[in-house]
């Protein structure tokens, strides 16, 4: 069974840009979530898709959005990125409210 | 405010040995649910245990078993007989409240460094 896929895995940016991240959920999971990890400060909760609805938010600025299609799969977006926003990008989902299950992360480097 | 505590930044142990990573908690809630999480230098986060706040035994993964003190708000990971491989940051979260949200607060984590 394949596991939670993000993409792309590294990507360089510069200050003002904007980047997307995509994560494929775990088949038969509906529920998927997004964590961002910095040296600074640890592991923080972005957003979780349920259904295609946004069950809930961390604090987070607006330039951080999110989405989930009918078929689970979840991208996240960054807009008028900062340096700050070099991170990694990390993805989760669960179906039986149990366990949670992350992908490999998304490396993001914002220059 | 909800709360992990991990006290201990790194810790060594020699292989096969036993190793306890620390973990502490503080909630208001009655339903919460407590993870073990393992980060190798790759960045995956590697799902190892889960306690619910209402199971009564202790949940074990192979090598791997929670020692769930609910009156102490505690939940260490216990490690037995330990492999090079172990080497890695180790994380405990907790999902707090109602089941229906994946939303997890984690700890600042554990750096164990597992010697021959």
């Known amino acids: 069974k394949a596991g939670v896929t993000q993409t792309p895995r590294y990507l360089i940016k510069t200050r003002g840009q904007q980047v997307t991240l995509s994560c494929s959920p775990i088949s038969g999971h509906r529920s998927v979530s997004w964590y961002q990890q910095t040296p600074g400060q640890g592991l923080q909760f972005l957003f979780e898709?349920?259904?295609?609805?946004?069950?809930n938010k961390g604090n987070f600025p607006g330039r951080f959005s999110g989405r989930q299609f009918s078929n689970s799969r979840s991208e996240m977006n960054v807009s008028t990125l900062e340096l700050g926003d070099s991170a990694l990008y990390l993805c989760?989902?669960?179906?039986?409210?149990?366990?949670?299950?992350f992908g490999e992360g998304s490396r993001l480097t914002v220059l | 405010a909800q709360k992990i505590t991990q006290t201990q930044p790194g810790m060594f142990v020699q292989e096969k040995e036993a190793v306890t990573l620390d973990c502490t908690y503080d909630t208001s809630d009655q339903s919460y649910g407590l993870f073990w999480y393992k980060q190798p230098s790759s960045g995956e986060m590697i799902f190892l245990i889960y306690q619910g706040s209402y199971d009564e035994q202790n949940a074990t993964e192979g090598r791997y078993s929670l020692n769930f003190q609910k009156a102490r708000k505690s939940a260490n990971l216990v490690i037995s007989a330990s492999q090079l491989g172990d080497s890695a940051m180790y994380f405990c979260a907790m999902r707090e409240g109602p089941y229906n949200t994946d939303k997890l607060i984690f700890g600042t984590g554990t750096r164990l460094q597992v010697f021959p």
């Open positions: 989760a989902s669960s179906s039986i409210i149990r366990e949670l299950f």
């Open positions: 898709y349920f259904s295609e609805t946004q069950r």
